[in-house]
């Protein structure tokens, strides 16, 4: 009977737990945005131009929007900026096959909080190029904008091994 009352203590004590990750929606079949290129500079004239790889494999190309919205922090935009500013996305420039994305889109969770390495700016008038993966934070509801790599005039990446095998598979587009 002891034994049953602290199983039972036990369940209880563990379900009653606060579990943070439930408000991490790493990938779900209502996310358009699921990763993104970025290269800005600033050194010669203003440069602004990237890409998307959106949900159903589509990898669109932007260059110089006239219009952009940036995030309303650092790390967080919202569903309604994002898809403003995938609209200025207006090249396809590669599709992406289905099972070859579903494999990569399991790596998001695993970036998610990833420690990022020191940033070290030794470069100057490179820009930046940057690799990001999205993910819903239901919490706040927004997009989380998890850095996966930065290069150029400064120099950061996720050191997870998933953040550092989704860098190398999207450095292809």
């Known amino acids: 009977m002891k034994n049953l009352f602290l199983s039972l203590?036990?369940?209880v004590i563990l379900c009653s737990c606060n579990n943070n990750d439930d408000a991490l929606i790493p990938v779900n079949e209502d996310q358009l945005i699921l990763f993104q290129f970025e290269y800005r500079n600033s050194a010669w004239g203003y440069q602004h131009s990237g890409w998307f790889i959106?949900?159903?494999?589509?990898?669109?190309?932007?260059?110089?929007?006239?219009?952009?919205?940036?995030?309303?922090?650092?790390?967080?935009?919202s569903k309604d900026s994002l898809a403003f500013n995938y609209a200025q996305a207006n090249t396809l420039i590669?599709?992406?096959?289905?099972?070859?994305?579903?494999?990569?889109k399991t790596l998001i969770t695993a970036t998610i909080n990833g420690i990022l390495s020191s940033k070290m700016c030794p470069g100057a008038d490179m820009g930046s190029f940057s690799f990001y993966s999205y993910?819903?934070?239901?919490?706040?509801?927004?997009?989380?904008?998890?850095?996966l790599n930065l290069t150029g005039d400064c120099k950061q990446y996720n050191t997870t091994t998933e953040a550092i095998e989704l860098t190398a598979w999207l450095t292809k587009f």
């Open 54 to 77: 959106d949900n159903k494999g589509n990898v669109k190309e932007y260059n110089l929007p006239t219009e952009w919205r940036w995030n309303s922090d650092s790390n967080f935009i």
């Open 94 to 104: 590669d599709n992406i096959n289905l099972q070859d994305l579903e494999d990569k």
């Open 9 to 11: 203590l036990l369940i």
């Open 135 to 147: 993910y819903w934070d239901a919490s706040k509801k927004m997009y989380h904008k998890q850095l």
